[in-house]
């Protein structure tokens, strides 16, 4: 069966540190990723997808970027961290084929504080 | 004027009620999702349509393509339904539209 993996699962930073949040998928190959933030009571909204190995869609320009090193792992960075950055993130993944007609699965998240 | 709206905003019902949250959209999409986050933020696939209908134990959604419209329905609800469920465009999978999400709370 799949699994994805998130960490941290919490994490405080200082504004203009660097973040590095993981994501790794297990049991699939080839799969479409997804990072999503959450910012505190507002909707989910998609910062990056990733359809192959160092392939990275962005969908809003921002302070972050993400890296796909391998099949299964996505990672989310940025060299100095803003208050607005603070959110909950999350990963997601899709099968392969027909992605489009497939579920997507979310990790368990990221709380990230800037502070 | 948001491209995936949702209603009601916030939702409380009394157990045992039937609950209906809607979702309109604006924009072209190849799917429409419907997932239920939980109080500590994990967050559930429900379903993901195309047309029709699709029912898993007491909740159902429909879809309808024409009118740009979905409906997720709970059937003898229960607190433990309590969640913020969000309905999401998805545009071939490279661009998910998400609505703004509605709160349930369901009292004993």
């Known amino acids: 069966s799949q699994t994805i993996h998130q960490w941290p699962a919490t994490l405080v930073q200082p504004v203009g540190s660097p973040l590095s949040l993981e994501c790794t998928v297990e049991g699939t190959s080839n799969p479409n990723l997804y990072w999503y933030r959450q910012a505190a009571g507002r909707g989910l909204q998609l910062l990056f997808y990733s359809v192959g190995i160092g392939q990275i869609s962005s969908e809003v320009p921002q302070n972050l970027s993400a890296s796909r090193p391998q099949d299964r792992q996505f990672i989310l960075s940025s060299k100095k961290l803003l208050l607005s950055d603070s959110g909950f993130y999350l990963c997601?993944?899709?099968?392969?084929?027909?992605?489009?007609?497939?579920?997507?699965?979310f990790g368990p998240g990221t709380r990230l504080t800037v502070l | 004027k948001n491209e995936v709206e949702q209603s009601p905003q916030n939702l409380t019902a009394q157990e045992g009620e039937f609950i209906t949250i809607n979702c309109s959209y604006s924009v072209g999409i190849s799917a429409l999702h419907w997932l239920q986050q939980h109080p500590g933020g994990g967050i559930v696939s429900l379903f993901m349509?195309?047309?029709g209908k699709k029912k898993h134990g007491r909740l159902i959604a429909t879809i309808n393509i024409q009118e740009k419209h979905s409906s997720l329905h709970i059937t003898a609800s229960h607190p433990r339904d309590s969640a913020v469920y969000i309905c999401?465009?998805?545009?071939?999978?490279?661009?998910?539209?998400f609505g703004p999400g509605t709160r349930l709370s369901v009292l004993p």
């Open positions: 999401a465009a998805d545009n071939y999978g490279q661009n998910f539209v």
């Open positions: 349509l195309s047309s």
């Open positions: 997601a993944w899709t099968g392969v084929g027909q992605a489009y007609l497939n579920e997507q699965f």
